[in-house]
């Protein structure tokens, strides 16, 4: 079956997974097989003054809607864009006195579409909102008190001029909210801000080894012409050679865990027993597990008590980061790392999460020699583990690239981010921001390595002065928070 746009694929039902995607043609990786605009979409409460509610980019200063005072625009073509969608919710909060929670939003906004389209397929939908995945006979005895009080909040928001939905509907689109809904990031895609439905994507099957990957692209509006416009939408791009007739698939998790600790996971987040060959054989384990090789390999018992250590550490660094205490989070990778080094294998997950939190603090803090040795370690570690075009992936060679690069270590940062770049066409595409960002730095970093070869003693000299001049840029400040996962699902 394909429509509007969606002609690339196909949708099939497969025995114990249920509906599916398979490619109707061959695609290479980068390709982009197909962009999907968000059914309806809204911005996370805590951030709806700095977000832009119609592209979801961050910006300094936004327009507010003047009627409502609660939405906010980057400008007055954002703004128009959003009429149609916001038209009913603005009433409807001047009715109410206030905006309700995020979920009670984006239902109200389905329901608003609903009532403008009527049911069944909307135009380049594969299935109707009506038969999304909701569930609902899934959830535990919490997930349905929640769900309850959001009906409840919502049909007193629900304005009674508009059209009445039956119970069983409005549960339903909460149901599908909590399994389906997507996160969306801002524009440099490191922030998680906001949750939209699209109805293709929720399609794909997952894999934890998979041959999609789902980049969120916020649009153009910024064309001076508005025939060069573009709308925030999905992209389902290809990760590896995909032919006519394979099932398309995505990963919810991030990889990055033991396959029992992502199956538990999948089972508690979106209530399937995954099957995928990674968990099934139990695929990269063993690396994850990895101790010291060599004759004198750690006891049986000394693993278990440095796991149980690296753990409790990761609880202690959590706790500190919340509190802004960087340098305590820097005492505790180092004692942690002493204890490790002897024990764990290279590729083991304890030590690349101690490794990836102390680069990113010390960059932070300007610690740049530290930093990179640490960030070397960690990509060496991801590469044997991640598939070799994961977007997680990239973005930590990005960073250890960068924090190279501000070391002044410039053959090796300008190696790493040369390779971002690579992974990042392809998971990202040529025009996202990330991807412009990282362009500018290779041609950059391309012409300092130059400099270098040609003469060491005037590089350094040149480099030094530019740093007297400018202060080096500082690192953003680290986040307690992971990389945006694919759906919104709260915990």
Not at 425 to 440: A, F, Q, R, W, Y
């Amino acid at each position: 079956m394909t429509k509007g746009g969606m002609e690339s694929v196909e949708l099939f039902t497969t025995e114990g997974k249920g509906r599916g995607l398979k490619a109707q043609k061959e695609f290479l990786p980068g390709d982009v097989i197909f962009a999907e605009p968000a059914y309806a979409a809204v911005v996370f409460d805590s951030l709806t003054h700095v977000i832009c509610h119609t592209c979801f980019k961050r910006q300094e200063r936004l327009h507010r809607c003047g009627q409502c005072k609660f939405a906010h625009y980057c400008d007055r073509t954002c703004q128009r864009a959003a009429w149609l969608n916001h038209k009913n919710e603005c009433s409807a909060i001047k009715r109410h006195g206030k905006a309700p929670s995020e979920n009670i939003r984006l239902a109200a906004r389905i329901l608003w579409k609903m009532e403008r389209e009527g049911t069944g397929l909307s135009e380049g939908c594969l299935v109707p909102i009506e038969e999304l995945q909701n569930h609902v006979d899934s959830f535990g005895e919490e997930e349905k008190k929640e769900l309850r009080a959001d009906v409840e909040s919502f049909l007193e928001f629900w304005p009674p001029h508009c059209q009445q939905f039956g119970m069983q509907l409005i549960s339903h689109i909460f149901g599908v909210i909590s399994c389906n809904g997507f996160t969306l990031s801002d524009q440099r895609g490191l922030q998680a801000v906001g949750v939209g439905i699209f109805p293709n994507l929720c399609q794909a099957n997952h894999d934890c080894w998979p041959n999609c990957t789902v980049v969120f692209n916020n649009g153009n509006h910024e064309a001076v012409r508005s025939m060069f416009h573009t709308q925030m939408r999905i992209e389902l791009r290809a990760l590896s050679k995909i032919s006519p007739g394979d099932e398309l698939t995505v990963s919810y998790v991030d990889f990055l865990s033991l396959s029992e600790e992502r199956r538990a996971q999948l089972k508690k987040q979106y209530y399937f027993d995954c099957a995928c060959e990674h968990c099934k054989k139990q695929l990269k384990d063993d690396l994850m597990l990895a101790v010291k090789a060599g004759e004198s390999k750690p006891s049986a018992d000394t693993v278990k008590e440095v796991i149980q250590l690296s753990k409790d550490t990761l609880e202690k660094i959590n706790k500190a980061r919340m509190e802004g205490h960087y340098h305590e989070v820097v005492k505790l990778c180092r004692d942690c790392l002493k204890k490790q080094e002897p024990v764990l294998g290279d590729t083991n997950i304890y030590l690349l999460r101690i490794l990836s939190i102390a680069s990113e603090v010390l960059s932070y803090l300007q610690m740049f020699e530290e930093a990179a040795d640490y960030a070397k370690r960690m990509v060496d570690g991801y590469l044997k583990i991640y598939h070799p075009n994961n977007a997680q992936l990239g973005m930590a060679v990005m960073r250890a690239g960068v924090t190279h690069w501000h070391a002044g270590l410039i053959e090796a940062g300008h190696g790493l981010i040369c390779k971002a770049y690579a992974i990042l066409l392809i998971t990202h595409g040529p025009s996202h921001p990330i991807t412009k960002d990282l362009e500018v730095m290779r041609v950059q970093t391309e012409m300092e390595l130059r400099m270098f070869q040609q003469n060491e003693f005037m590089y350094y000299k040149m480099r030094e002065a530019a740093l007297k001049n400018q202060k080096i840029q500082v690192m953003p400040e680290p986040s307690n928070e992971n990389a945006p996962s694919l759906f919104h699902k709260k915990e």
